[in-house]
């Protein structure tokens, strides 16, 4: 009798709404799931989203390694952080078909030129959103020397759809059917339009759209305040209400960005003295052309590939998170013995640049080549987000809900993984 009272009791909902589950060792489930998901058995599960897609056909008519590929960014960044490509454009005219998978409003496209000898073509490029309606890109033929990434035409918006949840604690898929922010409608959310958002989830009138952070009203239409520049708030209504964003400063009439690994502590900033350390990555010992910079570590030079006999060393000062490969071509061989680099005591080489792998704070991660068969070569961003959101930790400031949500390669708190064109 005592034993079937203790287990009673066990099972018991406690005042903060959890459940204990006697059987399997007293795990504690989850009963209540935060705005955005719904409880599925004992799991919180995102509300499904909606992305879109981007088709056509390309080509890189050269020599050698196929080398152009396709990216993305949030309008306004300075980094691509989508790389909707793993491959490279093939030899011969072929069609692509892949998801976009960018959970913000206001992208940038872009394609990468092989270098010498290369050339890109892209045609018949159509991006088709969730709610049917198509946006179409130029067309590109491309046979400028270099490896850096281009604009491909002018930024998209409205590229995902999602519904969420009015409140926390739903039970059901079916209560995920009011609109995101920057989203308004009923049965289906229509999206506000470029620069535009809504200060709540659940609007129903394109009344509610108003400029979201980082714009201005100028006209009928939201206005960008611009490269280094935000606003305190959504609703701006003039220009004047643009000021330096986190990691910038007032010089003279515009934002300059703090140093590498500096960045400021607030908005406004008017002067550099309010730039201040904040961590990044640290060449500890190098030979070649090895460099680090923010949150980033390298030795990669568009158009060129690295030397023989390198020796570096980079540590994590201060910083820890989630590796991001924005560039890997290194040697291959079975074992990484020729050209290798090695993170947590494994080397990695190759072409295919490893993923799900972590940099731990004050960790060293080394680089070695021998004495021939050299490459493009690699850089690495550590994607970290400290509480402050600063520019100069390689983070991004998600203007709907005034956090640090974004950055280099992740999205959402998962990092995206190349997707294949097919």
Known sequence: MLLQLLLLSLSLPSAYGDVWEPLQGHRKLPTTCEVGSYLDGSTCVGCPTAYSRISGRWKDQGWGNNLGRISAKIDGSEDWIWSLTSGYAPHLWTDFDVEVPVDSSGVQFGYVVGGGGHNIYLQNTVITRPDG???????????????????????????????????????????????????YGSTSCNHCGYGFSTTTTGSTSVSQCICNVGFFLDGSSCASCGGGETTESTGSTSAGQCICNVGYFLDGSSCTRCPDAFTTSS??????????????????????????GGNCFMNYEAGENYGDDEDCTFRLDGIEGPLVFEQFDIESHSSCNYDYLTIAGTKYCGDTAPTGLLGAAESEITWHTDGSGDRAGFKVCVAYCPSNCSAGSGCELDGSTSSCAVCPGEQNGRVLESRTIK
């Open 133 to 183: 309606s198509t946006s179409s890109l130029p067309d590109v033929s491309d046979t400028s020397i270099g490896h850096d990434t281009r604009n491909w035409g002018s930024p998209v918006d409205g590229l995902y759809q999602v519904f969420t949840t009015s409140s926390t604690g739903a039970n059901s898929v079916s209560e995920c059917n009011v609109c995101d922010f920057g989203y």
């Open 267 to 292: 908005t406004g900033s008017t002067s550099a003295d309010q730039c201040v350390y904040v961590g990044g990555m640290v060449l500890v010992a190098g030979e070649g052309r090895c460099a680090v």
